[in-house]
């Protein structure tokens, strides 16, 4: 019987690590996952990690006058790419999960008739899941905020990779700051780690900086000796132990990133990238601070320093904070998609229920 759900994402790991859990429980549920995605990236590397069968597309952003006649083309031939797939293999249900690649996924599904369903990780309807919302059976987003306002959306937070840690303070001298400038870096971010790094004061926290790629170099040259820096990386896949390590968490407001935190109940100082579309990283940002979950990340050196030395004064505080933090934690996300896609799809359904390892 064909129980076959196609599964859109690409672009940035915000996209791309909801979707592999989401893929994974589809796969646990005897149904067959097949991932629409770019030719390269991220999730080819985690495709081949799950032996996930994919679609590749070739798409593009919409910049610039003759950038968006490129994209238009690209865009145009994805669509008929997918319809002739489509056609072929009949899926029961498209899962767009953001992405360019889903704009084409989603305008291939609404022509044939295919089930759309779609999942929305930030606090803000992003641009593409705004244009296919009117045509999906159910949508399921991050954050409570949105289920009230779209009647279709139903909050189930975001999918994540991680189980079976809780947040403890560190009993040592030292507090432990952990600093994430985001997959590509952000150098704002890392410039005012730069300076804090200099100040006095600074040398009691021990530092774990993830640069990001494109300033990896440039923060490593510089920090190369300075002894309260406990190691410096350009990315580090395995995040858990990053949580592990941490007592305070300095970095973007990113979708993944705050339901991590959420998840390990690690206290943060958000600094959101002021250019995110619709400025979606400062409405994450206020729902964590709203609930007492986190603060801003201070724009001065000096003011940093002020604000890590009045946190970590008080263990109550910083234990409040991590209660706090994991409250928003929402489980089970993926989990949930599928029971609900399975409810309105009975075709799909075994009777094998629960979470793969």
Not at 133 to 152: N, Q
């Amino acid at each position: 019987m064909n129980k076959t759900i196609y599964i859109a994402a690409g672009g940035t790991g915000g996209h791309v690590f909801p979707a592999e859990q989401l893929a994974k429980q589809v796969k646990y549920h005897r149904m067959q996952p097949i991932w629409i995605g770019r030719k390269a990236g991220l999730e080819e590397k985690v495709c081949q990690q799950h032996n996930i069968p994919k679609v590749a597309i070739n798409v593009s952003a919409f910049r610039g006058r003759s950038g968006k006649l490129f994209a238009f083309i690209k865009l145009s031939i994805a669509i008929v790419k997918l319809l002739f797939v489509f056609l072929f293999r009949r899926p029961k249900a498209v899962i767009l999960m953001g992405g360019y690649v889903s704009l084409a996924a989603g305008v291939a599904a609404i022509l044939l008739r295919v089930p759309l369903y779609l999942h929305e990780q930030n606090s803000i309807m992003g641009g593409t899941n705004k244009i296919f919302y009117p045509f999906i059976k159910k949508g399921f987003c991050a954050y409570p905020s949105l289920e009230k306002e779209y009647t279709k959306m139903v909050y189930v937070g975001n999918p994540l990779r991680y189980k079976g840690f809780k947040f403890d303070l560190k009993s040592m001298d030292k507090k432990n700051i952990v600093v994430i400038g985001g997959s590509q870096g952000a150098k704002q971010l890392n410039d005012l780690m730069l300076e804090f790094y200099t100040m006095k004061g600074s040398q009691k926290y021990k530092i774990w900086h993830i640069t990001g790629l494109n300033d990896y170099m440039r923060v490593g040259s510089i920090c190369k000796d300075y002894h309260h820096i406990h190691r410096i990386d350009a990315f580090y896949d395995q995040m858990d132990k990053v949580y592990e390590w941490a007592d305070i968490v300095i970095s973007r407001s990113g979708a993944m990133t705050l339901s991590e935190l959420a998840y390990f109940g690690v206290p943060a100082l958000l600094s959101p990238y002021p250019h995110a579309a619709d400025d979606h990283q400062k409405t994450n940002a206020d729902y964590f601070i709203r609930n007492g979950a986190a603060e801003y990340c201070p724009s001065t050196a000096r003011d940093l320093l002020k604000e890590l030395n009045a946190i970590t004064k008080s263990k109550k505080r910083l234990a409040e904070i991590s209660k706090n933090m994991n409250k928003l934690y929402k489980s089970n996300a993926a989990l949930t998609m599928i029971e609900s896609i399975t409810d309105q799809i009975p075709i799909l359904k075994t009777d094998n229920i629960g979470n793969p390892s």
